[in-house]
């Protein structure tokens, strides 16, 4: 999207897609299960547990640190990898509140 159209949503709804587009992909699923599993991995152990070539993980993770979901702390030529704890607390309470927002239709609108 581009900058001159978000301007016409809100912050919050801005911030709500950025998480949303993360969560997208089956693999960054994983990826973010992984780690919420192991508090922590280095790139090649997360490759080790998925059926993706190591750049193909390079790329989800590198679309998760973008997102502001996980870091990445460097660590000689290796990366390790936690989830971001403000951002998820923040994704976690804007999905919530997204999803709980709907109230089930009375009158059988749809």
């Known amino acids: ?3 001159s159209k978000t301007e016409a949503f809100t912050e919050t709804d801005i911030v709500l897609a950025k998480y ?3 969560l997208a992909h089956p693999a960054r699923v994983a ?3 992984l780690l919420l599993e192991r508090r922590a ?3 090649g152990d997360i490759v080790e547990e998925l059926p993706l070539s190591q750049s ?3 790329q989800h993770l590198k679309e998760l ?5 996980i870091q ?3 660590d000689g030529k290796k990366v390790c990898y936690c989830i971001d704890a403000r951002a998820w607390e923040q994704a976690q309470h804007l999905l919530q ?3 709980t927002a709907y109230t089930p239709c009375q009158t059988g609108c749809c």
């Not at 640190?65 to 979901?69: H, P, Q, R, V, Y």
């Open 1 to 3: 999207m581009g900058a």
């Open 20 to 22: 949303a587009k993360a």
């Open 31 to 33: 990826i973010l299960r």
């Open 41 to 43: 991995c280095i790139c």
């Open 56 to 58: 193909t993980v390079s």
């Open 65 to 69: 640190k973008e997102a502001g979901l």
């Open 72 to 74: 990445g702390d460097i």
């Open 97 to 99: 509140a997204f999803f």
